[in-house]
């Protein structure tokens, strides 16, 4: 992206039916002054657009307009964008699903006349009802969209049913009046179980928003005040009452309780907190109630970034979508032209008229621009939607694609593989005074530190009825360590590489697999202080489960290297890396990379950011640092270590998927196409009547939409 250049919130767009739609609103789109690319999404109907500069949404709407669609406006945030997309995809599917009844009833009475016995003038007026008022509106979007030179589904559709109905009326031919009654029922029970399937797959964004309660208790001159959402602050105390959501993301200040945030996160077990404790929005309370200080509101809390990003994935073009889109672009006209072939060939050869339009008819409602244009969305839409109820929040589609490519997967060590909670094991006095006193000092230089050997010796000190100096200068040394400012003091904790005259006394902590640091004060080392932090629970399980795969694993940290290779041995892990700074970790994924390995790191901390970037794909913990989570393509949402088989298995998953429909849908029109236009008939001399081809293309279009959702369901 060049410099002046900046990517909107995503758009919504109603009306669209098909990939040509899309089409049709991304060059409406790019003609607006400002816009430097779209790309719009016909399985998520959305529109992600960059510019130049700040552009009215009244003139996006208006180009959306001119091209027959709407441009969704009002909504001032995601979550209103959402909900009136999906209350505007409800009432399109009770429409589409009355639009079907009324061309089934007209189908039924076409069909009772045939097992009856024709009933005068019941057939023409069953036709012009089914067409004309049940397909009204697809024959108007496909006439207008003909107009402007941009055919799509619908003008197909339109052409389709219109010259049956057409010629069963000027011929009287029984048969032409059939088929556009059956196309279009066929065709409008499709769609409405295409929607109906496609609006199954893809609510994560509308059930994260759902878990939002629209009002929250505030504390007011104190008296608990029941306000709207919208007019909570930050700062603001909020109370919690047993069996209610969290209504803002906020630290607990008073009451315990335990949260549960399987919705939201897919983490499974309750998570006690108390005072000190974090909490997000959406969360289920049990059975305490507590006070917290709001902290994030509306887009600011986690709730609306974790949606937004899904939001996001979901409109995003995956790299296997380019040329089914390309395809997409010209599809339509290619089948025109096809009909026109099939109808001059029949014409040539001697065929009647009414066998000649028949032709034509069935090539215009065989053919399935929806397959080809679903076959990456729907999957891609479908995986970020099990994704997320796994605990995952992938950023970009293309994601997918690339972890089915991935054959090593690096570990960083702390926090990620270890359960991120280290105790203080010993406090080694090197120069005089007490172990007390060095510790105290250290608790006042870490007071404020999220890296989890700086809580570790906070909390070491509070258990020790330790009093901690104030800290009055703090300043991250990256890769090495801290230096502050003590009462009056000059405090650093170090990496013990950077103290090599302690090497020998660093290597007997290391080697029984505690994590050493150093301690240094005014200049001199004075301690060194011995943390031990074991495998989490679930480290081995992930390990074994990613070897058995054949993927390479490896461990690079931070850490003292022999604290590393004890730790590695422990897991099983042959390959590690101990002593790294972060822009080690980052070369040695570099240089992963060019050994032509496609490499996934997982990590947790700042030191891990440079890695994340570099890497194939990043994973973070969405727990660690911010640093972290947003350089990372993949945030793992919950605590201990992320389930990287589970995502693998679903990259792969995914990707079969894709293939899968993409290879239908590429080889249903390459057959149907010259099958149904007589192209055929030297080799096969059978051509589906008109209502036979209806039938199939609903068929196709369903055939991609239900393994997409088949994808979402599998567990």
Same mark, same amino acid.
Request: charged residues 20%.
């Given at each position: ?58 003139? *996006? ?16 945030? *995601? ?145 608990? &005040? ?57 969360? *289920? ?418 055939? &991609? ?11």
């Amino acid at each position: 992206m060049e410099p002046n250049e900046a990517a909107s919130p995503t758009l919504t767009i109603l009306g669209m039916t098909c990939q040509a739609c899309a089409g049709a609103v991304e060059r409406a789109l790019r003609q607006v002054e400002g816009v430097v690319t779209a790309d719009v999404s016909y399985a998520t109907s959305s529109a992600r657009i960059v510019t130049r500069r700040r552009v009215e949404e009244a003139a *996006l709407a208006a180009a959306v307009g001119h091209a027959g669609y709407r441009l969704l406006v009002g909504g001032s945030s *995601l979550a209103e964008r959402v909900r009136d997309l999906g209350a505007g995809e409800e009432r399109e599917l009770r429409r589409l699903a009355l639009e079907a009844g009324v061309a089934g009833a007209a189908l039924a009475l076409v069909l009772a006349g045939m097992l009856l016995g024709p009933w005068p003038g019941v057939l023409p007026l069953a036709a012009v009802i089914a067409v004309a008022g049940a397909g009204g509106r697809t024959l108007v979007r496909g006439l207008r969209a003909l107009a402007r030179a941009a055919p799509d589904m619908n003008s197909l559709v339109a052409l389709g049913t219109g010259a049956a109905l057409i010629a069963g009326l000027l011929t009287h031919d029984h048969t032409h009046l059939h088929a556009a009654v059956m196309i279009a029922a066929f065709v409008l029970f499709g769609r409405w179980l295409e929607g109906r399937t496609k609006r199954r797959v893809g609510t994560a964004v509308e059930r994260l928003f759902d878990l939002a309660p629209p009002f929250a208790r505030v504390l007011r001159r104190g008296q608990e &005040v029941e306000v709207p959402l919208a007019e909570v602050a930050v700062g603001n105390l909020v109370t919690v009452r047993p069996g209610e959501r969290v209504p803002v993301d906020g630290d607990v200040i008073s009451g315990r309780s335990e949260i549960d945030t399987a919705l939201l996160t897919g983490e499974s077990t309750p998570r006690a907190v108390a005072p000190g404790d974090r909490v997000i929005a959406g969360a *289920l309370n049990g059975t305490g109630a507590f006070s917290l200080r709001a902290t994030g509101i509306g887009a600011n809390s986690t709730l609306e970034r974790i949606a937004t990003a899904i939001h996001a994935a979901q409109a995003s073009r995956a790299p296997a979508q380019r040329l089914a889109d390309r395809l997409a672009a010209v599809f339509v006209p290619i089948v025109l032209a096809v009909a026109a072939l099939g109808l001059g060939a029949a014409w040539l050869r001697g065929a009647p008229v009414g066998d000649a339009v028949a032709i034509a008819v069935a090539v215009l409602v065989v053919a399935c621009p929806c397959a080809l244009g679903l076959a990456t969305p729907i999957a891609i839409l479908a995986a970020t939607d099990r994704a997320a109820r796994a605990g995952f929040l992938v950023r970009e589609a293309a994601v997918f694609e690339t972890l089915g490519d991935v054959d090593v997967v690096v570990f960083d060590k702390t926090g990620t593989l270890s359960r991120g909670a280290p105790e203080l094991e010993s406090v080694v006095v090197l120069d005089g005074g007490r172990d007390d006193e060095w510790l105290a000092l250290a608790a006042g230089a870490e007071a404020h530190s999220e890296q989890p050997f700086g809580r570790a010796v906070v909390r070491a000190a509070r258990e020790r009825s330790l009093q901690a100096p104030v800290c009055t200068e703090f300043e991250a040394l990256p890769g090495r360590g801290v230096r502050t400012t003590v009462a009056g003091r000059v405090v650093e904790i170090l990496r013990p590489s950077e103290v090599p005259e302690l090497a020998l006394r660093v290597a007997k902590i290391a080697a029984s697999g505690a994590s050493p640091v150093v301690l240094v004060v005014d200049g001199r080392p004075r301690a060194l202080l011995a943390f031990r932090d074991p495998p989490h629970e679930r480290a081995r399980p992930v390990v074994a489960a990613l070897a058995a795969r054949g993927l390479a694993i490896e461990i690079v940290s931070g850490d003292d290297p022999n604290t590393v290779a004890a730790f590695a041995h422990e897991l099983g892990i042959a390959r590690h890396v101990g002593g790294a700074t972060p822009e080690d970790k980052a070369a040695h994924v570099v240089s992963l990379r060019a050994a032509a390995a496609r490499v996934l790191f997982v990590g947790d901390g700042v030191n891990d950011a440079p890695a994340l970037v570099a890497a194939d794909v990043g994973l973070a913990q969405g727990r660690g640092a911010d640093v972290a989570i947003e350089a990372a393509d993949v945030a793992w949402l919950e605590s201990g270590v992320p389930d990287v088989q589970e995502l693998l298995e679903l990259a792969y998953e995914t990707r079969r998927a894709i293939r899968q429909n993409l290879s239908w849908a590429f080889s249903y029109n390459l057959l149907a196409l010259p099958l149904a236009s007589g192209l055929l008939a030297p080799w096969i001399p059978w051509t589906p009547s008109p209502a036979l081809a209806a039938l199939a293309m609903a068929g196709s279009s369903l055939v &991609v939409v239900g393994n997409g959702y088949r994808l979402a369901r599998r567990r």
